[in-house]
C-alpha cells in the first residue's frame, strides 16, 4: 500500500507524465495532417464535389475513407480503379451501367456537377491513407484462380454452363 504522499506524486507523475504524452501526439498528428491529406491540391471544384457528396447523402450508401454505409461500394479509390469516365458514365445513367440490378438513384448532375464530383473522388484517392483501403487477397476458390466459385451459378433449370441450383432450400 502506498502511503498518502507516495500516492499523491504516483498521481501527478503519472498525470503530467501521459499529459504530456498526450500533447506530443497531438502536435505530432497536426503536422502530419497536411501532407497526409493532400489539402495542397484542394481545389475548389473538389470542394464543389466534397458538397454535392454531403448534399446528396452518398454516405447514406457508399463509403469513403472507410466512413458511411456499407449497402453501396467503397468509393475512397474509386478514382484509380474505374477513372473518370467511368464515374462520370455512373452518374449520368446508373440504370445502364448494370441493367436489372441493384442500383444507385439518378441524380440528374450537371456536367459540372459530375466534373465536381470526379474531382473530388480524384482528390479523396490521392490521400496517403497509410496502406487503407486494404489490398485484396482472394482466396482459394473464389473464382480468382478458377476454383469452384468461379463458376457462374443459376436458379431455374438449363440456364446455360452453370449448375442448377434451383432446388436448393
Known sequence: ?????????????GTIGFSVIFLLLTFDTIRRVPEQTNADNLTPQAIAGKHLWDRNNCMGCHTILGEGAYYAPELTKVYERRGPEFIKAMLRDPEAMYPGQ????KYDFTDEEMEAMVAFLKWIGEMDLNGFPPEAHPAAGDGADGGAGGRCRGFAPAQGVQPNLHRLP
Open 102 to 105: 441493384r442500383r444507385m438513384v
Open 1 to 13: 500500500m502506498l502511503s498518502k504522499s507516495a500516492a499523491r506524486a504516483f498521481f501527478l507523475v
